[in-house]
């Protein structure tokens, strides 16, 4: 079964920037869409970036754009979020994902999901 798996939280003061890394193992994730979701605690988790199969397209919540950026190297069977201008109300435990077809902005339609990476902006 295909893994994924998440790297790169920590802790940032206000402002900083964090580059999640999302790795995945199998030869068929260049077909899939990826995204990332963040849950906070007391929170349901939400939506934050989306990027197509082949990285041409991208969707962004509007609590995030402008300030992360989502990619993708297929060679490498990866897939990054670039966080900059980090503000408090970002911390959460960040999850990677992934689906068949085009890009979703719900939970429910991603199949493949990592085991998160926590993000903690101090203020």
Same mark, same amino acid.
């Given at each position: 079964?295909?893994?994924?798996?998440?790297?790169?939280? +920590?802790? %940032?003061?206000?402002? +900083?920037?964090? /580059?999640?890394?999302?790795?995945?193992?199998?030869?068929?994730?260049?077909?899939?869409?990826?995204?990332?979701?963040?849950?906070?605690?007391?929170? *349901? /988790? *939400?939506? %934050?970036?989306? @990027?197509?199969?082949? !990285?041409?397209?991208?969707?962004?919540? &509007?609590? %995030?754009?402008? /300030?992360?950026? @989502?990619?993708? &190297?297929?060679?490498?069977?990866?897939?990054?979020?670039?966080?900059?201008?980090?503000?408090? *109300? &970002?911390?959460?435990?960040?999850?990677?994902?992934?689906? /068949? +077809? +085009? @890009?979703?902005?719900?939970?429910?339609?991603? @199949?493949?999901? !990592?085991?998160?990476?926590?993000?903690?902006?101090?203020?």
């Amino acid at each position: 079964q295909v893994q994924l798996v998440e790297s790169g939280g +920590g802790l %940032v003061q206000a402002g +900083g920037s964090l /580059r999640l890394s999302c790795a995945a193992s199998g030869r068929t994730f260049n077909t899939y869409a990826m995204g990332w979701f963040r849950q906070a605690p007391g929170k *349901e /988790r *939400e939506f %934050v970036a989306a @990027i197509s199969w082949s !990285g041409g397209s991208t969707y962004y919540a &509007d609590s %995030v754009k402008g /300030r992360f950026t @989502i990619s993708r &190297d297929n060679a490498k069977n990866t897939v990054y979020l670039q966080m900059n201008s980090l503000k408090p *109300e &970002d911390t959460a435990v960040y999850y990677c994902a992934g689906k /068949r +077809g +085009g @890009i979703g902005t719900t939970s429910g339609v991603y @199949i493949f999901w !990592g085991q998160g990476t926590q993000v903690t902006v101090s203020s």
